[in-house]
């Protein structure tokens, strides 16, 4: 398993795709120890890379549905999940992740672990979605939510980044009212690990 993590992390530095960083990492495996989910929703798969890491790290009985878009990306998550042990446990739900949550929400499953690693743009959106979905003490992280120190502090926001920034601020702001709380992790881009307090 960890040759073919490490065989991952080289294709996805030789073709540019964001996985969860190094620095992040550590963060990550960190919360999904303590949880042990049995049943995970992941929004972003890429190449599958953070899907392998929560099969070899969740529960034995472990079972991730994962959302992606891109049918190429598609193509390599399965390659590689295909060749571990986990190739019965991660199911890949291709297309835009809005509408996959609502075909999810029509199944009735519920899901005890959620990881949103997609458009950053589109989180409250998401998070909205997973609400009916989400199991008591449900955990749900978010990736890059401190996006590259612009969320939080003075740094001034790059235009291109604004609306990015903006909604990511809104997020940040939904998952810390009640029933929810929130801790946000710095490591790496900033991971927000968000709890029901009620649950
Ligand atoms: C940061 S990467 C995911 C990394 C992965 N979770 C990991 O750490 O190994 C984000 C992924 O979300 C996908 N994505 C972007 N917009 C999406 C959408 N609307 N629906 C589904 N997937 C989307 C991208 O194609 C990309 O592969």
Redo the contacts with the bound molecule.
Sequence with gaps: MDELLRE?EGY?ALHH????NERGRQA?LQVVQEARPHRVL??????????L?MAQHGAADIDIT?????DE?IKVAQGYIDRSAYADRIHIMG??????LLKLQMTGQKFDFV?I???KG?YVDYFHKIQPMLADKAVILA??VLFRGYVKGDVPTPRRFKTIVKRLREYIELVSQPPYVTEILENGDGLAVTRRLDT
Excluded: K
Excluded at 17 to 20: E, G, Y
Excluded at 66 to 70: A, D, H, N, P, V
Excluded at 95 to 100: F, L, S
């Design positions: 991952m996805a795709v964001p996985i969860i990550f992941e929004i972003g798969t890429a190449i599958g890379y953070s899907s890491l994962t959302l992606e878009l891109s990306r297309g835009d992740a809005a509408e996959n990881f690693d997609a458009a589109q990736d890059n």
